[in-house]
């Protein structure tokens, strides 16, 4: 089946630092890829929607010069957050939408997430 | 996308079929309806979906209503490994949002031993 990877899985940083997270699609192109961030207990939010070679959508409230997104390649998006605060530690996950529909088309395929924190 | 309405959580016990509710009222002709689950520490994984008929895959089976106002998850045989939360989304199959899923709060099931 489709997989999608990030990394790292799990990172510490100190606050005003930033944070580069990377998402690949393993064994398909992605159109689309999707990032989401989680805080404990609460449902996944949107955060931004990617599509190679252009500049993201990012989702209302979102800040778009904090969240840096790009997606390079049809295998590859990350995301960085700059000058990372106590505020923004939590459960970053990507997800991927492939290009053919051979592929399972009309799903996503999720990542294992990114627990960060940020001392 | 429209949104969706299911219990906060479920309870069921080991090797027995397990039913999840949704109500999607406000589904729309173009509206996908979209089982994804979640365990404990993990990204979300691809359950089932389908429009308008009953689908079966090996995971899971999906009941639409015929007026597709609801839909129901069934898991015919619950193991401790499908303790997870489970999201019913509808997701714009006319491509204007880009594909987009909008989780909500989802059913949290536990499955007792």
């Known amino acids: 089946g489709a997989v999608v990877s990030q990394h790292p899985s799990r990172v510490i940083c100190k606050s005003g630092t930033s944070v580069k997270i990377e998402c690949r699609s393993l064994?398909?192109?992605?159109?689309?890829m999707f990032w989401y961030r989680q805080f404990p207990k609460k449902s996944l939010m949107l955060m931004a929607t990617s599509n190679e070679g252009s500049k993201a959508t990012y989702e209302q409230g979102v800040e778009k010069d904090k969240f840096l997104i790009n997606h390079a390649s049809l295998t590859l998006s990350t995301l960085t957050v700059t000058s990372a605060h106590p505020e923004d530690s939590s459960f970053y996950i990507c997800?991927?939408?492939?290009?053919?529909?051979?592929?399972?088309?009309?799903?996503?395929?999720f990542g294992p997430g990114t627990r960060l924190l940020v001392l | 996308d429209a949104k969706t309405t299911q219990p906060n959580s479920m309870e069921s016990n080991e090797e027995e079929p397990v039913h999840l509710p949704c109500n999607h009222s406000?589904?729309?002709?173009?509206?996908?309806i979209h089982w994804y689950r979640q365990l404990p520490s993990q990204g979300p994984e691809y359950v089932i979906h389908?429009?308008?008929s009953n689908v079966n895959n090996r995971m899971a089976s999906l009941a639409i209503a015929e007026d597709r106002k609801s839909s129901t998850l069934i898991l015919h045989r619950a193991t401790l490994r499908d303790a997870a939360v489970y999201y019913c989304i509808l997701r714009d199959a006319s491509g204007g949002s880009n594909y987009k899923l909008t989780f909500g709060k989802g059913t949290l099931l536990t499955v007792n031993p």
């Open positions: 406000t589904i729309s002709g173009t509206d996908y």
């Open positions: 064994d398909f192109q992605a159109t689309t």
């Open positions: 389908g429009l308008t």
């Open positions: 997800s991927a939408r492939p290009r053919l529909a051979g592929a399972g088309g009309e799903t996503q395929y």
